[in-house]
């Protein structure tokens, strides 16, 4: 079959056409999510202090000393640049721009100082350490009222006294001298360094040296009773003065009586 070149030429050229039609249709582009955008804060940055204004400075804020005891105060201080208002917590209210202020705090404390001015706000803390003051030395132990053995002797001994001529304790003179022991024991055991001379007295019948040795007798027998029942030996002492020292002048038996005695005092 043989095929004309003119309709050959036209059929090809058809096919070109109908290619090139086809590949200029204009692709669809595919829709895609856009990218999660970033969180943003709620809370819009500080303005920056306009020009030529300068944001309020703590310069300095100390606290002197920084430790104390209960009772004790420390000093607060500060000094603060371009503020115009200046405040401490705690109650302390408004401060000037470069002061100090005492505090005696009770109880560890944190003090905030505060400086505000057209150019923004500025603040710091110190804090107080307070520990609690030491207990006091507790009291010396009390000893009770101080025995004073001279007095207590002249106030309260009793004498022990004779009959004529004799130096043996009578039952009268036992019974006092049984009191006068138990005085004895509380003086020592207050004083440990105090005695007693035990005196030995005579009425005036009789002669001077006759009535010393009596009265040494009479002396002797009152410090053994003394001893036997539980005085200290060491502690007593005996002295005779025979009839030189009486209490009693008149010449009659009862003045004589009071004249017949042992008779207790402090040793000189």
């Not at 202020?101 to 505060?114: D, E, I």
Request: a positive charge.
């Amino acid at each position: 079959m043989r095929i004309n070149p003119r309709t050959l030429s036209a059929a090809v050229f058809a096919m070109v056409l109908l290619a090139a039609s086809a590949g200029c249709k204009k692709k669809i582009p595919v829709a895609t999510a856009p990218p999660p955008s970033a969180p943003t804060s709620t809370t819009p940055p500080a303005a920056p202090p306009p020009p030529g204004v300068s944001a309020a400075r703590i310069n300095s804020f100390t606290a002197e000393p920084r430790s104390i005891e209960r009772g004790q105060s420390a000093t607060l201080r500060w000094s603060i640049a371009n503020a115009t208002e200046m405040s401490l917590d705690q109650g302390l209210g408004a401060v000037a721009a470069n002061g100090t202020r005492q505090v005696f705090p009770s109880n560890t404390t944190t003090y905030t100082l505060t400086g505000r001015g057209p150019g923004g706000t500025d603040t710091r803390s110190v804090t107080v350490e307070v520990s609690s003051a030491p207990a006091p030395p507790p009291p010396p132990p009390s000893r009770g009222p101080t025995i004073n053995g001279i007095d207590l002797l002249t106030r309260e001994a009793q004498d022990a006294y004779f009959d004529y001529d004799k130096s043996e304790l009578r039952e009268d003179a036992r019974q006092a001298m049984t009191r006068d022991a138990e005085l004895l024991k509380r003086i020592f055991a207050a004083d440990p360094s105090f005695s007693v001379a035990i005196e030995g007295h005579c009425d005036e019948r009789g002669s001077a040296e006759y009535n010393l040795g009596l009265g040494d007798r009479r002396a002797t027998a009152a410090k053994e009773f003394l001893v036997q029942l539980g005085v200290p030996a060491d502690r007593l002492t005996t002295i005779s003065y025979g009839k030189d020292r009486p209490v009693c002048t008149e010449e009659n038996e009862a003045c004589y009586q009071r004249n017949r005695r042992a008779h207790l005092s402090p040793a000189r």
